[in-house]
């Protein structure tokens, strides 16, 4: 077939993707809300004909493992966040091992090595945490601040102890941790940053991105999340020493930097000497790390590719709904402590969080939002050590972790995604004055 014939027949196809979208898709984003039946959802995939347009444009191709389409994106990553490297995984959760295993697998230039410690917040998710304990080092766990739900900076450096080499802090729920303290600290105790930005991709602090300040940060691109690709993540590299490594493990810890399909690109594919391996040994089959095989398909990224061009638009959207969330219940601070940031922070918001106070009953409220079919989330695993899989790990604490408790307990979040509208969320707030205003 020509490429003429071939680029005819492919518009025809994204023409019938474009009516099916508007026909099934559109018809069904547009129907009419019905408060107390239609559910409110804490958060959604928000997508049009060009994601889906996309997506069958690269299944055509069938290039099906990572490709043109992850390279591009890989490449407008970079350049948003102005970094030296960005590396798309399958998950957010492999972003944060890939990060943590880098800063293993450095460990001959003085990073981690077996035993050492990584202080990060007890109020977690578990794959933030998991990848630390998979590469055998020791958590040191620090109270949250209720509001902001980050790592308390007031209680970093005095956790700090002899075997501390790094500090690995998720930005809980979009809201940036207090980024000017933090680097400080590391700098002068000689800590390595790394931070988790799976909830706050867009946003910034002291007007630099979140996941440009440490040596590497992690981002998700699960549906909830800012921007989607289905599963997916990715790896942001600020220093320019863990570039290849990162690439290595994602990789399965091969020392070869070649694409996929392509041989040589290094020059000593047979001419090299590696380890105990026989002279000239195929570069493409030598192991300089312990990795994995963590890569996107390119249909992921083809449709994390038109998503990204729509980005700006979200994070407006997921701003302007969290702001009229804390107009309305600003009424129901008696009640609930509302969500704070940092006077230097300007968040991109995964969630609207609360936390109901004392003499609230806190099961009651869910029970009541849940009944009206509007969805609500704890703030992930609360207190990790609580935990049914984390009671026994090895662990130090960096203090009492008494917020953290009161966040297990009395914390929840609602949704803010792009997918919601005036009226579902005029709704969720007149529920919530209704709760406590009878």
Not at 42 to 60: E, H, T, W
Not at 87 to 100: D, F, K, R, T
Not at 108 to 133: Q, R
């Amino acid at each position: 077939m020509s490429k003429t014939k071939a680029a005819e027949l492919k518009a025809e196809i994204f023409k019938k993707v474009t009516e099916y979208f508007e026909a099934i898709h559109r018809v069904e984003r547009e129907a009419v809300f019905e408060p107390g039946v239609s559910k409110v959802h804490y958060a959604g995939r928000v997508f049009d004909d060009r994601d889906m347009i996309n997506l069958v444009d690269s299944a055509m191709d069938f290039w099906l493992t990572a490709g043109p389409y992850a390279r591009e994106l890989e490449k407008s990553m970079r350049e948003f966040f102005g970094a030296r490297g960005f590396y798309l995984v399958n998950s957010g959760s492999s972003a944060n091992l890939v990060m943590v295993s880098t800063l293993r697998a450095a460990s001959y230039k003085g990073h981690l090595k077996l035993g050492d410690e990584v202080i990060t917040p007890a109020v977690t998710f578990p794959t933030t945490l998991t990848p630390i304990l998979q590469n055998q080092l020791v958590p040191v766990f620090v109270d949250a601040e209720v509001g902001t739900y980050n790592i308390d900076p007031a209680r970093i450096e005095e956790a700090i102890g002899p075997k501390t080499r790094a500090i690995l802090i998720p930005h809980t729920l979009g809201n940036p941790c207090k980024m000017d303290t933090i680097m400080e600290i590391a700098a002068r105790k000689g800590l390595v940053v790394l931070e988790d930005c799976c909830d706050a991709l867009g946003s910034r602090f002291d007007g630099k991105m979140v996941g440009t300040f440490g040596a590497m940060a992690s981002l998700s691109f699960y549906p909830a999340h800012h921007m989607t690709m289905g599963e997916g993540g990715g790896v942001v590299v600020n220093n320019p020493e863990f570039d290849k490594i990162v690439l290595s493990v994602r990789d399965w810890g091969r020392d070869c930097w070649c694409e996929p399909g392509h041989s040589g690109t290094c020059g000593e594919r047979f001419t090299g000497t590696f380890g105990k391996l026989p002279k000239g040994y195929d570069h493409k089959y030598v192991y300089s790390n312990h990795g994995y095989n963590l890569k996107v398909t390119d249909m992921q990224a083809a449709v994390g590719l038109s998503q990204f061009d729509k980005l700006a638009g979200f994070i407006e959207a997921r701003k302007k709904n969290f702001k009229y969330y804390y107009t309305e219940l600003r009424a129901l601070e008696d009640y609930l402590v509302l969500p704070r940031w940092e006077e230097k922070a300007d968040p991109s918001w995964f969630a609207f969080p609360v936390t109901v106070k004392q003499g609230v009953d806190f099961n009651s409220l869910i029970q009541y939002l849940e009944d009206a079919k509007i969805e609500t989330r704890k703030v992930f695993a609360g207190n990790i050590l609580r935990q049914p899989g984390f009671t026994s790990i090895e662990h130090r604490l960096g203090g009492s972790l008494e917020n953290t408790d009161t966040i297990m307990d009395r914390t929840f979040f609602i949704g803010v995604y792009p997918g919601l509208t005036q009226p579902m969320m005029e709704f969720v707030a007149d529920t919530f004055k209704g709760f406590f205003r009878g």
